[in-house]
C-alpha cells in the first residue's frame, strides 16, 4: 500500500501550478505621451487574454498651455478604465477621471496600431477636458506605447 499525500503538500503543488499559470498568462502595458497638451504616463499589468488586471503607475498631468485646471495632475486608477483592449494589431484605451469638487472631467482615449517592425504601437490620441460648463478637445500624437 502506498502512502498518502497529505492535503498541504497537496495544496502546495496546486497553488505553485496555478501561480505559474497566471504568470505566463500576464502581459505589460506601458504606454506615454509628452507634448504641449498633457503629460500621460501608464505601466499595468494585463492577462493576455483580457483587460489590464493592476495598474502600477498611472498619471495624467494636463499641461497650462492646454487649460489651467484646479487640480492638473491626476492619478486614475482600473476603475477609470472605461474602455481597454488589445485585439490584433490595435491597441485602445479609453480613462475618464472626474472631480466633483473642481468641478472638471478628463476623458482621454489613445487609439493606436501596432508597428511590425518596431514591436511598438504608434498612433494618437483625443483628451476632452470639461471645466466651469465648457468643454475643451485636444489632440496629438503618442510618444510610445508596447504591450507584451
Not at 36 to 62: H, M, T, Y
Not at 96 to 118: F, S, Y
Request: glycine share 6%.
Amino acid at each position: 500500500m502506498r502512502p498518502r499525500p497529505s492535503a498541504r503538500f497537496v495544496s502546495g503543488i496546486v497553488t505553485l501550478l496555478l501561480m505559474t499559470a497566471q504568470a505566463s498568462a500576464s502581459a505589460n502595458v506601458d504606454c506615454a505621451i509628452d507634448d504641449a497638451n498633457l503629460k500621460f504616463e501608464l505601466e499595468a499589468i494585463a492577462s493576455r487574454s483580457g483587460p489590464i488586471q493592476q495598474i502600477q503607475v498611472s498619471s495624467i498631468d494636463i499641461k497650462p498651455a492646454a487649460i489651467k485646471l484646479a487640480v492638473p495632475n491626476i492619478a486614475f486608477g482600473r476603475i477609470d478604465l472605461i474602455q481597454q483592449w488589445i485585439q490584433g494589431d490595435d491597441l485602445r484605451l479609453q480613462i475618464e477621471v472626474g472631480d466633483e469638487a473642481a468641478k472638471q472631467n478628463v476623458n482621454l482615449t489613445i487609439i493606436a496600431q501596432l508597428n511590425g517592425k518596431t514591436e511598438k504601437y504608434a498612433g494618437r490620441y483625443v483628451l476632452k477636458i470639461s471645466h466651469a460648463g465648457a468643454t475643451k478637445e485636444f489632440k496629438g500624437r503618442i510618444k510610445e506605447c508596447q504591450a507584451g
